[in-house]
Each structure stands twice: as C-alpha cells, then as structure tokens.
C-alpha cells in the first residue's frame, strides 16, 4: 500500500502499482513457458527480418488486436497460427500469452504438443504418481492455453482421441486456445515439374490431428496464416561468436 493525498487533503492509503507488477510476473512464472521463449513479446517480434513482409506484418498487427479485444469482444474465441517452419509462430504465441498475463490479468498456460501427449502417455506407467486426468485438468482449465506444434505426432487413434478430448473441452467452456502449427489448414495443390496435369497434396493439419478436429477448429480459433524466410537459417543461425 502507498499513502496518497487528495485534492481535497485527505490522506488515503491505496494498493500501490507493484502489487499488480508481483501478481503479473507470479502468473507468467506459472504459465510455463519454456527458458528459451521467456523473453519473446509483441514488442520484440521483428516481421520483417527478410524484407517487407505483409503476412507477417498483418499477423502481429492481429496479435495486438486481439489483446486489445480479450476478454468480452473475442467471446472465447483463439487464434490458430499457421505457417513453415521459423516463421515466427511461437514467438508470437507467447508474445500474446504474456500480454494477456500482463496486461489484462489473465491466467495462462503453455504447453508443447509433443510434450503433452508424452506426460499422458507415461502417465499409464503404473510406477508413476500422476495420472491422465491430473495431467489434464489444468490444461482443461486454464483461462488461456497455447499449445504449440500440434500436429508434430504421428496420428494414431489415441493421439486423435485426446486431442479431440482436449478441445472439446475447452470448445464446451467457451476456454480460449492459441494454437500453432507447421501443418497448412487447407490442402494446397503443387503442380509437379515434369507433368502439369499431376499434383501432390502437401499433408495438412487435417492429416495430423483428423478432419473433425481441424473443422471444430474454424469455429474456436481465427486462423492467422503466416508466411516468410526460416528466421532460423537467416538471421538467427547458431555461433560462438
């Protein structure tokens, strides 16, 4: 608390602005997200490392958008970031997490895909404490998810059954989910060089996750589609230097 005056003389204690600062960093500290994501925010995300990128440029200007609007006017609506590989797609994810965090005081979590999946898988190993449901209910429950890669496991019948099981749940509670992945949302036709006639189909996000799955997102999530160089080969390549 802080000791203020008043216009009138009055002196009055009221909470002081680092009570909301400890309450902001105490919900980003149990969002987990990963060390090496920590620092990504909207501020920092760079759309145009390659050159003028539209698609990258109107996907933040989205992403800013979409703080402003959370929570009453996106009615528990997500975004589904779609795109290649180092685009960008986590960067931002989590950009959003830690504003709605910080700047509208929501309760958030991050959770890799792959990461998930294996934590319900080990808990049927009987040695082990935990188990499917309570792996599950804070992912149920959280105000905000971003699940991250979905689509990375190879679709089985069980990895179908708990993601469907997964966002259902949260679809039913009107929960808000941001979801990336390297998986198109719609299948793209690429004509093959020596036959204009023939086409192949890339693999979609229907392939991954199941066509049901993938139809139930359109009306949970606004897709954003992203598009750019791999920032990894370019402008972030590892060294020592």
Same mark, same amino acid.
């Given at each position: 608390?802080?000791?203020?005056?008043?216009?009138?003389?009055?002196?009055?204690?009221?909470?002081?602005?680092?009570?909301?600062?400890?309450?902001?960093?105490?919900?980003?500290?149990?969002?987990?997200?990963?060390?090496?994501?920590?620092?990504?925010?909207?501020?920092?995300?760079?759309?145009?490392?390659?050159?003028?990128?539209?698609?990258?440029?109107?996907?933040?200007?989205?992403?800013?958008?979409?703080?402003?609007?959370?929570?009453?006017?996106?009615?528990?609506?997500?975004?589904?970031?779609?795109?290649?590989?180092?685009?960008?797609?986590?960067?931002?994810?989590?950009?959003?997490?830690?504003?709605?965090?910080?700047?509208?005081?929501?309760?958030?979590?991050? $959770?890799?895909?792959?990461?998930? @999946?294996?934590?319900?898988? !080990? &808990?049927?190993?009987?040695?082990?404490? +935990?188990?499917? %449901? /309570?792996?599950?209910?804070?992912?149920?429950?959280?105000?905000?998810?971003?699940?991250?890669?979905?689509?990375?496991?190879?679709?089985?019948?069980?990895?179908?059954?708990?993601?469907?099981?997964?966002?259902?749940?949260?679809?039913?509670?009107?929960?808000?989910?941001?979801?990336?992945?390297? $998986?198109?949302?719609?299948?793209? @036709?690429?004509?093959?060089? !020596? &036959?204009?006639?023939?086409?192949?189909? +890339?693999?979609? %996000? /229907?392939?991954?996750?199941?066509?049901?799955?993938?139809?139930?997102?359109?009306?949970?999530?606004?897709?954003?589609?992203?598009?750019?160089?791999?920032?990894?080969?370019?402008?972030?390549?590892?060294?020592?230097?």
């Amino acid at each position: 608390m802080r000791i203020v005056e008043r216009p009138n003389g009055v002196r009055v204690a009221e909470p002081c602005a680092c009570r909301a600062q400890r309450k902001a960093a105490r919900l980003i500290e149990s969002a987990r997200i990963p060390q090496r994501y920590a620092h990504c925010t909207l501020e920092d995300y760079f759309p145009n490392y390659g050159g003028n990128n539209p698609s990258l440029n109107a996907a933040l200007v989205q992403a800013r958008n979409f703080v402003k609007a959370y929570p009453f006017d996106t009615n528990g609506n997500g975004l589904l970031l779609t795109g290649s590989i180092g685009v960008g797609k986590t960067h931002l994810a989590v950009g959003i997490l830690q504003s709605l965090v910080s700047e509208r005081g929501a309760q958030g979590l991050f $959770y890799d895909y792959r990461d998930l @999946l294996k934590q319900v898988q !080990n &808990s049927y190993n009987r040695s082990v404490d +935990e188990t499917e %449901l /309570g792996i599950l209910k804070p992912v149920f429950e959280a105000e905000v998810l971003v699940l991250d890669e979905l689509g990375a496991n190879k679709p089985t019948d069980w990895v179908w059954d708990t993601v469907a099981h997964i966002l259902n749940t949260r679809y039913n509670d009107r929960r808000t989910t941001i979801i990336t992945t390297n $998986y198109p949302n719609l299948a793209p @036709l690429v004509a093959e060089a !020596n &036959s204009a006639r023939t086409a192949m189909r +890339e693999e979609t %996000l /229907g392939d991954r996750i199941g066509e049901r799955m993938r139809s139930r997102l359109q009306e949970m999530c606004v897709v954003m589609e992203m598009k750019g160089q791999d920032f990894r080969q370019t402008v972030k390549r590892a060294s020592f230097a």
